[in-house]
């Protein structure tokens, strides 16, 4: 049963950019952290960044530092993750989440709670 709705993903051209959206219902949307994760094959998942509902903190994986920000708008309940500066290692399905708060496990998949399907991002050098 599909609860978050990913949208977004495609193929671009390494240095290009792409803008993920994950649309969650409200009752899950009211859990307060809202996450990114990915996986490319053979690997495990890995988390991207994550964002409080309602205190502007987020966290961010180092290897996106500078090149991806995440963002939410409560009234659309929809989390956004802006790409840019893609590479080719960026290649993966990218998944949103919700957990009931961020913390030190911010970045473990363990953490949360829902999960959407995923969009495939493709990145081509």
């Known amino acids: 049963q599909v609860q978050l709705v990913e949208s977004g993903g495609g193929s671009v051209e390494a240095g290009g950019s792409l803008r993920l959206s994950c649309v969650a219902p409200?009752?899950?949307?009211?859990?307060?952290?809202m996450g990114w994760f990915r996986q490319a094959p053979g690997k495990e998942r890995e988390g991207i960044a994550a964002?409080?509902?309602?205190?502007?903190?987020?966290y961010y994986a180092d290897f996106v530092k500078g090149r991806f920000t995440i963002s939410r708008d409560s009234a659309k309940n929809t989390v956004y993750l802006q790409m840019n500066s893609l590479k080719p290692e960026d290649t993966a399905m990218y998944y949103c989440?919700?957990?009931?708060?961020?913390?030190?496990?911010?970045?473990?998949?363990?953490?949360?709670?829902?999960w959407g399907q995923g969009t495939q991002v493709t990145v081509s050098s």
């Open positions: 964002i409080y509902k309602y205190i502007a903190t987020t």
């Open positions: 409200e009752y899950i949307y009211s859990d307060n952290c």
């Open positions: 989440a919700a957990a009931r708060f961020c913390g030190d496990s911010w970045d473990s998949p363990g953490h949360y709670n829902y």
